[in-house]
C-alpha cells in the first residue's frame, strides 16, 4: 500500500517523541534528521523535504513548545498539521457548472490510468446523483476506444465513440450534442496520452481545451512514478492550466513520494484518488485524513463512508426487526453481511483505517478468507443456512466437498458463526450495524488519539 514504508518509520518516530518528557534543540535535530530521511527514501523531492524539514524546525523550536508539559505530543501535531498542508490543506471538490453539463477532461502521460479512472470517476459522480457520458477521445492508443467501452458497459454508463474519425475536437462537440439531448449533467472527456510528454499531445491538447473549454481539468498520475510525477506535473500545467490531480495506483506503491510531491509543484490540490482494481475503488482525496493514515492516527471518517455506501439501511432494518422477534441471525442473514462488508474493499485496507491497529505489525486479514466462507455458506440447502443446527457429519462432508474445502474448516467456521450470533443477540438494536458500531467510537478520544 502506499506510504507503508514512509508510515512506519514516521510512526516510529512519533512514538519516540510522545514518549519525550522534554525536547532539546539537539533531540529535536536528530529526529528532524529521520523524518528528512524517512520522505526522501519514500521518493519525495528533495527541494520539497528541505522546505518541509526548515517549516517544522522552525515552529517546532518555539519557547511555548519546549517548555510546554508535553512538548513531544506538540511536535507530532506540527508534524501532523505539516503533513496536511503538504497534501493541500483541505478537499477540493469538483466544480459544478449551474448550467450542465460540465466537462471533465483527463489528461496524463499513457500508462497512468486515464481510462480507468474515466469510469472510476463517472461511477463516483453517478452515486452523487450525477448522470455522466464517458466521451472517447483516444484515438491513437490500440483498443483505447474499447477499453472506455468495455469499462462503460460494466458499468452500465453510456460511452460516446467514433472510430472512423482521427479528429479529438469533432468527436468531443459530437459528444456534447450527445450530452445535450440525453440530458447528460456530467461529461467525461478520455483523451490520449504518450509515453513521455511532446509537442504534438500538448498541442492536442490546447486545441481540445480551446474549442470544447472544460471546466476541469484533471491530471491523472501514477503514484509509482515517484520524482518523475513532478516533472510530469510541472509540463502539464505549465502548458494546459490544469485544476487538479488524480492519483492512480495508490494501492501498489509503498513509497507515496507523488501525493507528498504533485501538490506543491502544481500549485493544484489533489482531487481524487484510486486506491484499487475495482471500479468502485476511488475516493475523494482529504489531506487531513491521509496525514493521519501515515501517522498511523487512523481514518474512522473514511470507513464510516465506506460502510454507509455498502450497507443498505433496508437490510439492516429488516435484521433489527428478525432479531426483536428472537428469530435468531442465521446463515442467510451473515452471508447478507459478509456482502455488504466485501462492497467496503479489502479488510485489510479497513482495519488499517482503524485507530490503534497499526500497532498489530503480525495482524495479518486474508481476504480469500471471506470468499472461502461464502462458498461454504453456498454450498448448504436453504434449509441448512435457516437451521444450523442440522449440519451433522454426513451433511458437513457434503458441504466441504461442494465448497472445495475440509470438514475441519467446516468447524471452524461454524464455531466462529455461533459466537457471532451470541454477539448479535446482545446487540439486538443493532440498527445500521456497522455504521452504528462505527459511531459508537467516541470521536473526542480519536482527536486525543495518542500513540
Request: aromatic fraction near 4%; charged fraction near 30%.
Amino acid at each position: 500500500m502506499a506510504f507503508e514504508g514512509l508510515s512506519s518509520r514516521l510512526q516510529e518516530i512519533t512514538r519516540k517523541l510522545s514518549g519525550k518528557a522534554r525536547i532539546t534543540e539537539s533531540d529535536l535535530k536528530d529526529i528532524l534528521r529521520e523524518v528528512k530521511l524517512a520522505l526522501l527514501e519514500a521518493d519525495v523531492n528533495y527541494m520539497i523535504v528541505k522546505e518541509f524539514i526548515a517549516s517544522i524546525q522552525e515552529k517546532a523550536l518555539g519557547q511555548d513548545v519546549l517548555k510546554s508539559l508535553t512538548p513531544g505530543q506538540q511536535v507530532v501535531k506540527i508534524v501532523k498539521d505539516e503533513l496536511v498542508e503538504l497534501l493541500g490543506g483541505v478537499e477540493s471538490k469538483i466544480n459544478f457548472t449551474p448550467n450542465p453539463p460540465t466537462i471533465i477532461m483527463l489528461v496524463g502521460l499513457q500508462g497512468s490510468g486515464k481510462t480507468t479512472t474515466a469510469g472510476k470517476l463517472a461511477n463516483l459522480l453517478r452515486k452523487q446523483g450525477k448522470k455522466p457520458l464517458l466521451v472517447a477521445c483516444d484515438v491513437y492508443r490500440p483498443a483505447a476506444i474499447k477499453q472506455l467501452q468495455v469499462v462503460g458497459s460494466q458499468l452500465n454508463i453510456p460511452v460516446f465513440a467514433n472510430e472512423t474519425s482521427k479528429d479529438v475536437v469533432h468527436i468531443a462537440k459530437q459528444a456534447m450534442n450527445v450530452a445535450i439531448s440525453k440530458l447528460n449533467d456530467v461529461v467525461i472527456i478520455d483523451t490520449a496520452g504518450r509515453l513521455h510528454i511532446d509537442e504534438e499531445l500538448m498541442n492536442e491538447l490546447k486545441e481540445l481545451k480551446a474549442n470544447i473549454k472544460p471546466h476541469e481539468i484533471l491530471l491523472v498520475v501514477d503514484s509509482m512514478t515517484g520524482q518523475d510525477a513532478v516533472n510530469v506535473g510541472a509540463s502539464f500545467n505549465e502548458a494546459l492550466g490544469i485544476d487538479g490531480v488524480v492519483l492512480t495506483k495508490l494501492d501498489g506503491d509503498t513509497r507515496g513520494g507523488a501525493a507528498l510531491s504533485v501538490k506543491k509543484v502544481t500549485q493544484r490540490p489533489i482531487k481524487f484518488a484510486a486506491t484499487g482494481e475495482k471500479l468502485s475503488d476511488i475516493e475523494v482525496f482529504h489531506p487531513d485524513r491521509m496525514a493521519s493514515r501515515i501517522l498511523g492516527m487512523g481514518d474512522i471518517l473514511s470507513v464510516i463512508e465506506q460502510a454507509e455506501q455498502a450497507f443498505s439501511e433496508e437490510e439492516a432494518i429488516k435484521l433489527e426487526e428478525k432479531l426483536k422477534k428472537q428469530q435468531g441471525f442465521d446463515l442467510d442473514d451473515y452471508l447478507a453481511q459478509l456482502r455488504q462488508m466485501k462492497k467496503m474493499g479489502s479488510f485489510s485496507s479497513i482495519l488499517k483505517m482503524i485507530p490503534g491497529m497499526n500497532k498489530f505489525k503480525d495482524l495479518k486479514v486474508d481476504d480469500k478468507e471471506f470468499t472461502r466462507i461464502e462458498a461454504i455458506i453456498c454450498s448448504m440447502t436453504a434449509k441448512e443456512r435457516r437451521n444450523p443446527k442440522i449440519l451433522n457429519g454426513s451433511r458437513r462432508l457434503r458441504i466441504a466437498r461442494g465448497s472445495g474445502t475440509s470438514v475441519q474448516e467446516i468447524n471452524k467456521f461454524m464455531n466462529s458463526f455461533e459466537m457471532t450470533g451470541k454477539m448479535m443477540k446482545k446487540m439486538q438494536s443493532g440498527k445500521g450495524g456497522m455504521k452504528n458500531m462505527l459511531r459508537g467510537i467516541d470521536e473526542n478520544a480519536l482527536k486525543n488519539f495518542k500513540f
